[in-house]
């Protein structure tokens, strides 16, 4: 027979004898912890730890606690533990909700902030085409073929000079010029 019946323990509980719980907690934790885990937590020992840790502290805090005229200490105890578990489940499915949609924010911010930045770059790149074609009315006729053939068709000075019949030095000596010249007038005000 068992020293302390469940129903004189939860008297001694509710007096906040602390080896009463002792005894209760050796006595049921199995219990309890094995509910939890059925429950639908499958295999995480964590969520089955975190009932059983509510379970008794319900049990040690609460003023209600188990009236032996409305039933057995057992099926009080299982009531409360079903009770925490649902409560648990519900928070563990909320918090899942929340951490996923965050991700999905995080995600749409993300995707917006590409856009916005691919947005920028062409925008960028066309008011430097723009600006660039602008400052071609301060070269000559030869150093805008010049940029575009080195620039923008991908030819190289060996190959511009060939086709010019046109000494290399001659060349890279006129790209220089029109650099100089596109920078003098690509410079920002106040820049220099």
Not at 7 to 32: C, G, N, P, W
Not at 129 to 141: D, M
Not at 157 to 175: C, F, M, Y
């Amino acid at each position: 027979m068992q020293p302390y019946p469940d129903e004189q323990l939860m008297q001694l509980i509710k007096d906040k004898q602390s080896f009463a719980l002792r005894i209760l907690y050796d006595r049921y934790v199995r219990l309890v912890y094995s509910y939890a885990v059925k429950s639908g937590a499958g295999s995480d020992a964590s969520f089955a730890q975190d009932v059983v840790q509510l379970v008794f502290t319900r049990i040690w805090t609460t003023d209600k606690g188990y009236d032996p005229s409305k039933g057995h200490f057992v099926n009080w105890l299982i009531t409360v533990t079903r009770n925490i578990t649902i409560d648990q489940l519900r928070k563990q499915r909320k918090q899942e909700l929340l951490v996923s949609f965050d991700q999905g924010i995080a995600e749409l911010e993300q995707t917006s902030l590409n856009a916005r930045n691919e947005l920028q770059e062409v925008v960028s790149r066309k008011l430097l085409k723009q600006e660039i074609e602008a400052a071609y009315r301060y070269l000559t006729v030869n150093q805008v073929l010049l940029i575009r053939l080195f620039y923008w068709e991908g030819y190289t000075l060996s190959e511009i000079a060939d086709r010019n019949r046109e000494p290399l030095g001659t060349v890279k000596s006129r790209l220089h010029q029109a650099l100089k010249m596109l920078r003098k007038h690509l410079t920002p005000e106040g820049e220099d």
